[in-house]
């Protein structure tokens, strides 16, 4: 008799009674989970223990995360502390551990750079602010450190070229005041290399692109004053000026641009004004300056408007000037004004006899040291000296020219090798320096 297997059973939902595909967990009837309230209790344990492993471990890892950044912080906080304190070998060690902590940090690792660059580590910054500055060639202060390192290494065409990228680059904070104060710090070190070209140009782009900034006037025109650029440096000044008569620094700038130029007249007007402003008058820089020019306005033989006296009694005064001005000069540097020593002339009154101690022979005069400029220059004053009179100029205005260029020769020779006593003689090589540029 043959054995019948029996029916397999039928798998209904246990939540419908609906009849389940073989094999299936889901009920496609009511597409919920075909299992009883404790399986059911477990599965929802189960995967709240999964998502809840998944937040812990998530915590644990932002916690750990926000620790290494405060730590990281807190060296980068010692390590400019350092630095501002000028300890830029504590300061590496600092930002070395704060890189430590966060490796990515590009602030850490600029700060660390320059922290290289003001120890002397001139190599390793370097790296540092290239590999900075391949990721972002446009930062302001990535192209300035670069330029200061640059110059630090007498590259001076490297330097100029990144502290041109730094005046156009991008700048976080301020940055018009930025690229101004960048440019100017070119500016300076145009003044360093001895490029004054270049730094005068710079200097009048300032004054054409920031016709309304009075600082940034005032600055350019102190750098100009220092270039010697008198004419563009009052240019400057009157920028200020026009905005604001009575601002202290301008008027100051202002005259003593004034007195280089020989407008003893204008330097006098500026500087007093300025030194009223000042709030310590008679005691500011602007008094002895102030001073300066009122001797040189009451000494100048060149000024108009003169009588034929008055210019022959300037004249006459200046030639005294620099005749006592050569014998200080001389002898502060020992040198002899006459033309023949006594000690010379004294052999030559009474020369040596032959005789029978000498063999009769006439001994050889030593041969004479060259003369030395202030020696020519003294001998040609005493010559000039009986013409050189305010009498004499009066009675003929022809020979004052000739007198005042024997006059400015003294100050051009003694001008580096001797000091200027007092203000009549300070008075007379600004006169002599300013008659010097208008023959050029």
């Keep these: 008799m043959p054995v019948q297997?029996?029916?397999?059973?039928?798998?209904?939902?246990?939540?419908?009674?609906?009849?389940?595909?073989?094999?299936?967990?889901?009920?496609?009837?009511?597409?919920?989970?075909?299992?009883?309230?404790r399986v059911r209790i477990v599965f929802v344990l189960f995967v709240v223990a999964i998502i809840s492993g998944f937040a812990i471990a998530k915590w644990y890892v932002s916690s750990l995360r926000d620790m290494q950044s405060s730590l990281a912080h807190r060296w980068f906080m010692r390590g400019d502390e350092a630095l501002t304190r000028n300890y830029p070998s504590v300061a590496i060690d600092d930002y070395?551990?704060?890189?430590?902590?966060?490796?990515?940090?590009?602030?850490?690792?600029?700060?660390?750079?320059?922290?290289?660059?003001?120890?002397g580590r001139l190599p390793e910054a370097r790296a540092y602010l290239l590999s900075l500055w391949s990721q972002d060639p446009a930062n302001g202060r990535l192209n300035v450190d670069l330029a200061r390192l640059y110059a630090e290494q007498r590259k001076p065409d490297l330097a100029i070229r990144y502290y041109r990228a730094a005046a156009d680059g991008v700048w976080s904070d301020d940055p018009i005041k930025q690229r101004l104060d960048t440019r100017f710090e070119l500016v300076r070190y145009l003044m360093q290399e001895?490029?004054?070209?270049?730094?005068?140009?710079?200097?009048?782009?300032?004054?054409?692109?920031?016709?309304d900034d009075p600082e940034a006037l005032k600055q350019a025109g102190d750098l100009l004053l220092q270039l010697g650029e008198h004419s563009r440096a009052a240019k400057s000044y009157d920028l200020v000026l026009k905005a604001n008569p009575k601002d202290a620094q301008a008027l100051f700038g202002a005259g003593v641009a004034a007195l280089n130029l020989g407008d003893y007249s204008k330097a006098d007007r500026l500087l007093n004004l300025a030194d009223s402003l000042s709030g310590a008058k008679g005691q500011s820089p602007a008094a002895d300056q102030l001073a300066l020019a009122r001797e040189a306005l009451s000494?100048?033989?060149?000024?108009?408007?003169?009588?034929?006296?008055?210019?022959?009694?300037?004249?006459?005064?200046?030639?005294?000037?620099?005749?006592?001005?050569?014998?200080?000069?001389?002898?502060?540097?020992?040198?002899?004004?006459?033309?023949?020593?006594?000690?010379?002339?004294?052999?030559?009154?009474?020369?040596?006899?032959?005789n029978?101690?000498?063999?009769?022979?006439?001994?050889?005069?030593?041969?004479?040291?060259?003369?030395?400029?202030?020696?020519?220059?003294?001998?040609?004053?005493?010559?000039?000296?009986?013409?050189?009179?305010?009498?004499?100029?009066?009675?003929?205005?022809?020979?004052?020219?000739?007198?005042?260029?024997?006059?400015?020769?003294?100050?051009?020779?003694?001008?580096?090798?001797?000091?200027?006593?007092?203000?009549?003689?300070?008075?007379?090589?600004?006169?002599?320096?300013?008659?010097?540029?208008?023959?050029?």
Excluded at 102 to 108: F, P, R
Excluded at 194 to 211: C, F, S, V
């Design 356 to 440: 029978k101690q000498n063999g009769y022979s006439i001994p050889l005069a030593s041969p004479a040291a060259a003369p030395n400029s202030l020696q020519i220059l003294y001998n040609s004053g005493l010559q000039r000296q009986p013409s050189a009179t305010a009498e004499a100029l009066r009675k003929n205005p022809d020979a004052m020219p000739s007198t005042m260029d024997f006059v400015l020769d003294v100050m051009r020779a003694t001008q580096s090798g001797c000091a200027l006593n007092g203000l009549p003689e300070r008075a007379l090589q600004l006169i002599a320096q300013h008659e010097a540029e208008s023959l050029r």
């Design 194 to 211: 001895g490029d004054k070209g270049r730094a005068t140009a710079e200097l009048i782009a300032i004054q054409a692109e920031a016709p």
């Design 5 to 37: 297997a029996p029916a397999s059973a039928e798998t209904r939902c246990v939540r419908c009674g609906q009849p389940l595909p073989e094999g299936s967990y889901w009920c496609p009837a009511c597409g919920k989970l075909n299992a009883s309230l």
């Design 96 to 119: 070395r551990n704060a890189l430590a902590y966060e490796s990515a940090n590009q602030q850490y690792r600029l700060m660390l750079a320059e922290a290289l660059s003001k120890e």
């Design 299 to 354: 000494v100048d033989p060149y000024s108009r408007n003169l009588t034929v006296a008055e210019r022959a009694r300037r004249v006459a005064a200046a030639f005294n000037l620099a005749m006592e001005r050569l014998k200080t000069c001389a002898s502060g540097e020992s040198v002899t004004l006459d033309s023949q020593p006594a000690a010379t002339a004294a052999k030559t009154a009474n020369p040596v006899l032959p």
